[in-house]
């Protein structure tokens, strides 16, 4: 099926989310299992000790801990309210911000942060008048809360918007009552069918029936995510291989033989990347190991990978080359590996 269309359904015995572009997996989006944090997730939590040398320090949780960054002249006992950033890993913290957001389709509500913004992938100048009329009509000047309309709302019905921007407030207003004294999941952070509506832009289609995933072919496209190779069309393939330290990923360029070889395979690895990545779930330290290819066609591939990465929702630094001729990202973990959450999907 052409254009983009959503797969809302359930992977064994979790929930899960697909988008298909023109038939290709885009993003795909599975429920953790392990009962770890979930990113987004807001807790009253209780600070445990300052890490010298490091400049924060754990928080204990109603399950678990946390880590804040940052964060000195805190005293061990003292409660406080954090948002979980993204997942923790193996055998570490969870990673907090003292600085909550509550993000919906159309708006981001900030505590603490005063005043109106537009998102500014949104560049039609009245549409952005007409966004923060809206939100001056509906919100007023809500004390001590800032909002920021999100791009989804360019194009977005304004009586959605106005209640999306009632309905965001509210909840962020509730964390103002809050008067526990143990640590406690004040907000639980969505799940994948909230994520999918939430982030992902409008389908063409949208398909929620049970069973959905194996009538369009979903679980295909994800058994092939469980193998490290992935095609390249006609122009090779390259291998992700995730490690302990890092993702290493290894492009080649197959049968073709011809002087351009190194180069369409190159450009066809940096422009198929940044799906690779989002769909399998990979973040930290990623090292590109691409074909052989002149030093001059550098400056292409640099182009290519600031394009494609520019589009994609996952914040990712593009580090640059090493002397040895990789390619060096750094990508935020706000995702589980893949290929973790394929083997405990089916007990």
Not at 35 to 41: A, E, F, I, L, T
Not at 147 to 175: C, F, G, M
Not at 250 to 265: E, F, M, P
Request: hydrophobic content about 40%.
């Amino acid at each position: 099926m052409k254009g983009r269309t959503v797969h809302l359904d359930a992977y064994g015995d979790r929930l899960a989310a697909a988008m298909l572009v023109d038939g290709k997996l885009d993003d795909l989006l599975i429920e953790d299992p392990g009962g770890r944090p979930v990113p987004g997730s807001i807790y009253r939590a209780q600070v445990d000790r300052q890490m010298k040398g490091q400049g924060g320090v754990t928080l204990r949780l109603p399950d678990g801990r946390a880590y804040l960054r940052n964060a000195r002249g805190l005293a061990p006992g003292a409660l406080m309210v954090v948002q979980v950033t993204g997942y923790a890993e193996p055998g570490k913290a969870a990673p907090v911000t003292a600085r909550p957001l509550f993000k919906s389709r159309h708006v981001i509500v900030t505590p603490g942060a005063p005043g109106f913004n537009v998102s500014r992938g949104i560049r039609d100048d009245d549409r952005r008048e007409a966004l923060l009329a809206i939100a001056h009509d509906v919100a007023g000047a809500p004390e001590g809360f800032g909002l920021i309309l999100r791009s989804a709302s360019e194009h977005a019905d304004d009586t959605e918007i106005a209640e999306d921007i009632v309905a965001t407030l509210d909840l962020a207003r509730q964390l103002e009552s809050d008067h526990g004294s143990e640590p406690e999941l004040l907000f639980d952070g969505p799940d994948p069918h909230m994520l999918a509506w939430r982030d992902w832009p409008t389908p063409d289609a949208l398909f929620t029936e049970p069973g959905n995933f194996s009538d369009h072919g979903i679980h295909d496209h994800i058994d092939v995510l469980a193998s490290s190779h992935a095609e390249l069309d006609a122009h090779g393939w390259m291998s992700i291989e995730p490690t302990r330290a890092l993702v290493a990923v290894d492009v080649n360029t197959g049968g073709d033989t011809s002087l351009a070889a190194g180069l369409k395979a190159n450009i066809a690895a940096a422009r198929a990347l940044p799906g690779q990545l989002r769909c399998r779930g990979l973040g930290g330290q990623i090292t590109v190991d691409f074909a052989p290819s002149p030093k001059k066609d550098r400056k292409t591939l640099e182009q290519i990978l600031r394009a494609a990465f520019r589009a994609d929702p996952v914040d990712t630094v593009l580090a640059g080359w090493t002397p040895l001729g990789c390619f060096e990202l750094q990508r935020k973990r706000d995702r589980l590996p893949l290929h973790e959450l394929i083997r405990t999907a089916f007990p």
